[in-house]
C-alpha cells in the first residue's frame, strides 16, 4: 500500500530532482479543471487555418456548432493510428500508459514535445521516442491540440463530425516536413 508522500519527503525530492518520469508523469493524474485558468488554452491569434495563444503555442479552436479547426481534426487521426495503441482511445489512458489528455493540459508544450522526441523510461514503463518517425513529427503539434481539447472536454471521446477545411499553408508545411 502507498502512503501518502509527506511535504517534507516533497521537498526533499523536488531539491534532489526525481529520476526518470516519477514526476512528470504525475501530470497524467492530475485532474483538469476546464473552469480554470489554462495559459497553453485560450486562443489569441491564428494563422493559416492554425490556432495560437498568446504565448505562440498551438492551440484547439472549437466553433459554437462543434466544427474543430483541421489541426485538432487531423491529430483525432494521427493519435489513432500512433499512440491509441498504448494510451488507450481518445487520449484516455490504459493499464499500461497515461492518461496523455490531461498531460497535453498540465504539461509545458516543450516538456510534451521532448517527451515523444526523445521518449522517456521510467523502470519497465517505457515511451517510445519518434524523433525520426515523420508520420509523428509532421504531426506533432496536431496531435497536441488534439489531446489538450480532449483534456479540456472542448470535444467529446470518437471522430469530430464536423472540421474545418485544411488550409492551403497548413498543406505547404506538410508537403515540406514530409519532404
Ligand atoms: C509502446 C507504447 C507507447 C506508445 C506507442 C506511445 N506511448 Fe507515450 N508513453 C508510454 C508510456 C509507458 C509512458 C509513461 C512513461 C514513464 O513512465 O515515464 C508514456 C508517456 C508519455 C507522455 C508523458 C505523459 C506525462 O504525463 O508525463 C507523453 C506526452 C506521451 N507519452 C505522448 C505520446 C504520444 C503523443 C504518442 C504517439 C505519437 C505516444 N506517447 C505513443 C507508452 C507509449
Redesign the pocket.
Known amino acids: 500500500m502507498m502512503r501518502p508522500a509527506s511535504p517534507l519527503f516533497l521537498a526533499a525530492a523536488l531539491a534532489v530532482g526525481l529520476p ?2 516519477a514526476f ?5 493524474d492530475q485532474p483538469v479543471d476546464p473552469s480554470a485558468d489554462h495559459p497553453n488554452v485560450p486562443v489569441a491569434y491564428e494563422d493559416g487555418g492554425r490556432y495560437y495563444t498568446e504565448d505562440d503555442i498551438p492551440t484547439y479552436n472549437i466553433a459554437e456548432d462543434g466544427t474543430v479547426d483541421w489541426l485538432t481534426f487531423s491529430g483525432f487521426r ?2 489513432h493510428s ?2 491509441h ?3 488507450g482511445p481518445d487520449g484516455e489512458g490504459s493499464t ?3 492518461k ?1 489528455k ?3 493540459v ?2 509545458d508544450y516543450y516538456s ?1 514535445y521532448d ?2 522526441v526523445n521518449g ?4 519497465n ?4 521516442h ?1 524523433g525520426d518517425n515523420q508520420n ?1 513529427m509532421c504531426y ?1 503539434d496536431d ?2 491540440v488534439y ?1 489538450k481539447a480532449r483534456g479540456m472536454d472542448a470535444i467529446p471521446r470518437g471522430r469530430p463530425a464536423k472540421k474545418d477545411a485544411k488550409s492551403d499553408m497548413i498543406q505547404e508545411m506538410e508537403d515540406a516536413c514530409m519532404g
Open positions: 526518470g518520469g512528470a508523469q504525475s501530470w497524467s494521427r493519435y500512433e499512440c495503441v498504448c494510451h499500461y500508459a497515461p496523455i490531461n498531460s497535453a498540465h504539461m510534451f517527451t515523444v522517456r523510461a521510467n523502470g514503463s517505457v515511451m517510445p519518434f509523428v506533432l496531435i497536441y489531446l
